[in-house]
């Protein structure tokens, strides 16, 4: 049995769950008709073209894309520094687009794209910041690539942690309705699933998929090691730099998409890892997907059954699923050193 191709048939029905059932349901007819009069310009069905089309259906693609996005760049860091904490949610890269957007809504005021690409920025520039103190204390030199990846993720904590603080402090700044705004955007959430949004998305997407297709092929030769890896013909530190760019892109083009949507990075490598029985770059993607769209429809859907009719941001489950999971890792990992 091909576990990938199970994981892929999950991610279709989750996205037909998503479009299809929840709160208002559409049956699989009127979908497809919703869909192909839409493309052509026929006739709507009153109230349910405009929640497939504007708020369902966006809503489930860009799930799906900043699942793949954050699974790889997960998967990405993980595998190339042979470290499972190595995630961007661990080494600060989501709290630089947080912190950035946080300054764009409070100080300037910014909203929508602004935001977006406040978000974009910081995220880039965390990540380069992050390499440049981890090489400063010897990466370059890393045929070590645990102790490479040791100093980058220390590194990372510290900057997240100084962040964490910047973000708290603009929070106690702001006005109430401000505050709120930032505090929506930081926990992650689909709410403002646009086509304008997926289009972009699906842009960064198309160039940078390709990207990991080509550097995956190095990728596994790194994990031999980079003494190893460089015997065999690899550029180790341009190799490693050209991973660093794309893990970290994908995973700051997602972050504006939707926000900081916590542990889907974390999580994705080592569940694909555990189900398929190997390392797994289109595993990894397919169960960030699959986390993303699980938990974003118990969010809209099931939580205000719970709660009184509270929905919740996507990030608020996927935070609620990371932590345990965190400590799980922990703690076996302090097993195998014992």
């Known amino acids: 049995m091909n576990r990938t191709a199970v994981l892929a048939a999950g991610v279709v029905l989750l996205f037909f ?38 708020n369902k259906l966006p809503r489930a693609v860009i799930g799906t894309m900043i699942g793949v996005a954050f699974g790889l760049a997960g998967a990405l860091f993980q595998t190339m520094l042979r470290n499972p904490l190595a995630s961007p949610d661990i080494i600060g890269i989501s709290y630089g687009a947080s912190a950035a957007a946080v300054v ?40 070590r690539g645990n102790a490479a990846g040791n100093r980058l993720v220390l590194a990372g904590v510290g900057i997240a942690a100084a962040l964490h ?33 997926a ?9 940078l998929l390709p990207a990991v297709a080509v550097i995956s092929g190095p990728l596994r030769l790194l994990e031999l090691g980079d003494d190893t890896a460089a015997g065999l013909g690899i550029r180790v530190n341009p190799t490693r730099l050209a991973l660093v760019v794309i893990a970290v892109t994908l995973a700051a083009v997602a972050t504006a998409a939707a926000g900081p ?7 994705a490598g080592p569940i694909a890892r555990r189900f398929t029985r190997k390392a ?8 960030g997907a699959l986390i993303v769209l699980a938990a974003d429809y118990f969010a809209a859907n099931i939580a205000p059954l719970l709660l009184d009719g509270t929905a919740l941001p996507v990030g608020v489950v996927t935070g609620a699923l990371g932590a345990p999971f965190l400590l799980w890792l922990l703690v076996t990992n302090n097993r195998k050193d014992a």
């Open 17 to 54: 769950a998503s479009v299809l059932l929840g709160s208002y349901t559409v049956t699989i007819p009127d979908f497809f008709t919703i869909v192909a009069n839409h493309l052509t310009g026929g006739a709507k069905i009153p109230g349910a073209s405009f929640i497939v089309m504007e």
């Open 280 to 287: 797994s770059l289109p595993a990894s993607a397919l169960v």
């Open 165 to 197: 603080a910047v973000v708290n402090f603009l929070m106690t700044r702001a006005d109430i309705r401000t505050a709120a705004d930032a505090l929506v955007w930081l926990n992650g959430s689909l709410n403002s699933a646009s086509w304008d949004r």
């Open 104 to 143: 764009a809504i409070v100080i300037f005021g910014a909203s929508g794209a602004a935001v977006s690409g406040a978000a974009l920025g910081g995220a880039l520039g965390v990540a380069a910041l992050i390499y440049a103190i981890s090489s400063g204390t010897g990466m370059r030199g890393a045929g």
């Open 199 to 207: 289009a972009v998305l699906f842009l960064a997407l198309a160039v």
């Open 261 to 267: 949507v916590s542990f889907v990075a974390f999580l």
